[in-house]
């Protein structure tokens, strides 16, 4: 079973910037396209951006286009989301897995608090 550690998460102004790391286990990690998603306190878990198995960009959620950026590294199992320009609003716990639907168990997340 594939096992998802999310690291890089942090507290940051608004307008700053942090860059996400996601690290699979397994060797099926290439096999599917991947993802970030983020649920905030009080509300359901959602897709914020998706990252074809070769690594071009399949889809941003609306409110991050222009400012999240996901890549991947398929040699070293690990999927990233760079967020520049961050908004209180883009506060929550952001958690990787297959897209558009997560089929492995979900990891920990990683707290992404902006805040002044």
């Known amino acids: 079973q594939v096992q998802l550690v999310e690291s890089g998460g942090g507290l940051v102004q608004p307008g700053g910037s942090l860059r996400l790391s996601c690290a699979a286990s397994g060797s099926m990690f290439s096999v599917y396209a991947m993802g970030w998603y983020r649920q905030a306190p009080g509300k359901q878990r959602e897709l914020v951006a998706s990252?074809?198995?070769?690594?071009?960009?399949?889809h941003y959620k609306d409110s991050v286009k222009g400012r999240f950026t996901i890549s991947r590294d398929n040699a070293k199992n690990t999927v990233y989301l760079q967020m520049n320009s961050l908004k209180p609003e883009d506060t929550a716990v952001y958690y990787c897995?297959?897209?558009?639907?997560?089929?492995?168990?979900w990891g920990q997340g990683t707290q992404v608090t902006v805040s002044s």
């Open positions: 990252v074809a198995r070769g690594g071009g960009p399949l």
């Open positions: 897995n297959t897209a558009p639907m997560g089929v492995y168990d």
